[in-house]
Structure formats: structure tokens, C-alpha cells
């Protein structure tokens, strides 16, 4: 039985991460985004002297976990069975009540729902994380919300997301905070990638000697706007564009209706010459760092904005769509002065301001490419390394302790 929210232990907390005892709630430590990042901010938090406990179900990162001196107990946290979900609730009530436990990290909306009661009878800090869902669920799911938005600290992967949550249950600004999700910059590095295999993809994808590549990565379909790019190509020949190649990389068998249209529509503007539609590449690192542009011409929010993350991590300028959490993920003018561009966020569907960006780009002499370049590479790195990551979860972190001095 959970016990009643009235008798509150009392309990001194610390003022920094030296001495605390952080407990993160994660649905699995497998391999993976939230997995991975769980445990390095684990490792983190026993570097800076805190006790990291992390309570999630099985995965080969638990024994990592336990080899740099971290603590893993065994949690179902996915099941949604209301009997095991308040199981849950027990277990975690019990398990605040006997440890001096001084933050409580719930990673997904599950994990809040079972902690919000739980933290409620101690003097633990509750820190939440907004899952990753299509933006409609999250309109349709804010409901379900109510406990991640009951954290002191909510930690959202982009303000977009988070705006379902905050509109209906009127989180204050000062207890949300952005922390995106994390890439893999060390691999998505172009010192990390073998010159012969950006000559052999360019090769494979028969862009001639010399061309300029506007790679448009994703699955072709029509969630992901690649159509949009077609009469933009037609314009900038009609401006007199030329020396340019456009490579649609992404799996073209699922919606081979849209890539029939996309075709006949570059035939009928007379540019089908210039398109490449060559499929599924497993080797994205090296597919970035073949392309000179990276366009994600999306139509609607995704569920991330990863793709544009890791082509500016391969020092690549993007030209995307102000659609969801892509335009967050850009340094673009008027957010910053164009002296700190690293790409170009456009409207949705709009084939004129998409051929704008693009001619913009492909002016650039070849020393103002090499600043952009450097740019993006430096703001990916900054923004959505897993070292970033880490950090900015910590600062909050502190913060909450802080807050009791």
C-alpha cells in the first residue's frame, strides 16, 4: 500500500553533486539514445562524487554501469498493467523511504507517473523528461502529461515538444529546460571519414566530376516533403544555376506512388537530369560528408531533428523547414547575426524560398563555405554531443540543489 502523501520525511540535503545521491529512472539500459546517455551521465555523477543509482530493466549496459562503480536495480518501468504500474509505485515508494535518495530523474512519462506519488513523501528533488512522440500524440497525450509536468526541473528535447504540455498544465519557463537529444559526433566527424568512400559513393550515385552535391536524406514519402525540391531546382537553372547534382538518399520502396510523382514532376519542369533517387545507404557518415548541402525539406514536425544534427556535425550547412523542432536545431538568422550562421530554415512546402536558400549556398566562394562549415560543426558538437549532454543535465542537477542554500 503507497502511503499517504501527508507524512513527509524530513531529511537534510546537500548542496552540490559531491555527497548527493541521484536515482535516474530509464525504461531499459540497452543500447540506445536514452540507455547510453543514462549511463554516461552515471559515470558523470561518480566522477563529480555523487551515488548514481539507476533503476530501469536489464540491458547489457548494466554490467558497464556496475564496472565504473554505479548502482543498477531491476525496474519493469514499461509495462502500462495498472496492477504492475502500481506495483511500481510501491516499489519506488519504499525504496525513497529507505535511501537517502536526493533526485529522483524520471525518464519517460511512465517512470513520472510511478515516481510523482513516491517523491511526494520525501524531500527529494524530481526531475522529468519529455519522451520523444509524434506531435500529434503530444497534443492528443498531454493528458498522460500531468506528472512530467509536475517535475521541479522539466527537461524537454526541444521547446516545440514541450509546448503541448506547458500550454495546459502553465509550466513557468524558469522550470523547463532544453537539453536536446544526443548525437553520435564522434563518428559523425569528417576526420572520422575515409576519403575513398566519399569518391566511391559519389561515383556510385554518378554525380560528375566536379559537381555540387544537395544531398535530401529520409525515407521518400510524403511526410517528408523530397517533391518540394523539385520545382526549387527548377528555378535556380532558370537563374542559371549549373555544376549542381541532387541525390534523394533514403528507402524509396515504401511509398513508390510519391516517388513515381516526384519523377514525372522533375521530367515535366525538365530537371530530371540533374536528380539521383539511389535508396538506402548504411554508411551515413560518409553519405553526409559526400554532399556539399544537406537539405531536410520536411512538411510537418518530426519526431526529431537528428538528421539535421548530425549532417552540421559533418560540417555540413542545412537548408531545412521551420516545421516542429527543425528550425531549434539551426543557427539561422533572425535568432542569431548572419556572422554565426550554420543554415536556413524556410517555410514548409515552398519551393521559391527553398530555391532562395539554396542559391544563397551555392554563391558562397569557397573560403565563406569553409567558415559555414566550421560553424556547423562546431554548433552540432556544442549543442548535441553526448559530453554537452551530460553537462547541461548535471547543471540542472546542481541547480535544484542549489536551490536549497
Known amino acids: 500500500m503507497v502511503m499517504s502523501a501527508s507524512a513527509k520525511v524530513e531529511r537534510e540535503s546537500p548542496r552540490s553533486l559531491a555527497g548527493a545521491t541521484v536515482l535516474q529512472i530509464v525504461p531499459s539500459l540497452r543500447e540506445g539514445p536514452v540507455g547510453q546517455v543514462a549511463v ?55 525504496l525513497l523511504l529507505r535511501e537517502p535518495i536526493d533526485i529522483v530523474h524520471a525518464k519517460s512519462a511512465g517512470a513520472a507517473w510511478c515516481a510523482l506519488p513516491a517523491v511526494e513523501r520525501v524531500p527529494a528533488k524530481f526531475v522529468t523528461e519529455l519522451p520523444d512522440l509524434p506531435y500529434a500524440q503530444m497534443l492528443l497525450g498531454a493528458f ?37 537529444r544526443p548525437i553520435d559526433t564522434r563518428t559523425f566527424d569528417p576526420a572520422a571519414v575515409v576519403p575513398s568512400r566519399v569518391a566511391a559513393l559519389r561515383q556510385s550515385w554518378g554525380v560528375p566530376s566536379g559537381a555540387r552535391v544537395v544531398l535530401i536524406p ?100 542545412v537548408v531545412t523547414t521551420s516545421a516542429g523542432a527543425l528550425a531549434e536545431a539551426v543557427q539561422a538568422p533572425p535568432n542569431v547575426a548572419e556572422e554565426f550562421r550554420t543554415g536556413w530554415v524556410v517555410p514548409p512546402n515552398d519551393p521559391a524560398e527553398l530555391a532562395r536558400a539554396l542559391g544563397e549556398v551555392l554563391r558562397y566562394d569557397d573560403g565563406a563555405y569553409r567558415a559555414l562549415a566550421l560553424r556547423a560543426r562546431k554548433s552540432a558538437v556544442y549543442l548535441f554531443s553526448p559530453e554537452s549532454v551530460v553537462t547541461a543535465t548535471l547543471e540542472v542537477y546542481n541547480s535544484l540543489l542549489r536551490a536549497d542554500t
Do not use: C
Open 40 to 94: 554516461d551521465i552515471a559515470q558523470a555523477l561518480i566522477q563529480a562524487g555523487a551515488r548514481a543509482i539507476v533503476a530501469s530493466d536489464t540491458g547489457p549496459l548494466a554490467e558497464k554501469l556496475v564496472g565504473f562503480g554505479g548502482e543498477w536495480m531491476s525496474y519493469p518501468g514499461t509495462t502500462f498493467n495498472p496492477l504492475k504500474l502500481r506495483r511500481n509505485v510501491e516499489w519506488l515508494t519504499k
Open 144 to 180: 498522460h502529461l500531468r506528472a512530467v509536468s509536475s517535475g521541479d526541473r522539466v527537461i524537454v528535447h526541444s521547446l516545440f515538444d514541450a509546448q503541448p504540455m506547458v500550454n495546459r498544465y502553465k509550466v513557468p519557463g524558469t522550470r523547463i529546460a532544453v537539453i536536446p
Open 218 to 317: 529520409g525515407r521518400v514519402g510524403p511526410l517528408n516533403g523530397q517533391i518540394t525540391v523539385v520545382p526549387a531546382a527548377r528555378m535556380l537553372t532558370e537563374k542559371g544555376m549549373r555544376g549542381a547534382t541532387f541525390v534523394v538518399l533514403g528507402d524509396d520502396k515504401r511509398h513508390p506512388r510519391y516517388v513515381q510523382s516526384m519523377l514525372r514532376q522533375a521530367q515535366a519542369e525538365n530537371v530530371h537530369a540533374l536528380f539521383r533517387i539511389v535508396g538506402e545507404v548504411a554508411d551515413m557518415p560518409s553519405a553526409l560528408a559526400a554532399a556539399d548541402i544537406v537539405v531536410v525539406p520536411y512538411p510537418r514536425p518530426p519526431v526529431t531533428a537528428r538528421v539535421v544534427a548530425e549532417a552540421q556535425a559533418m560540417a555540413r550547412p
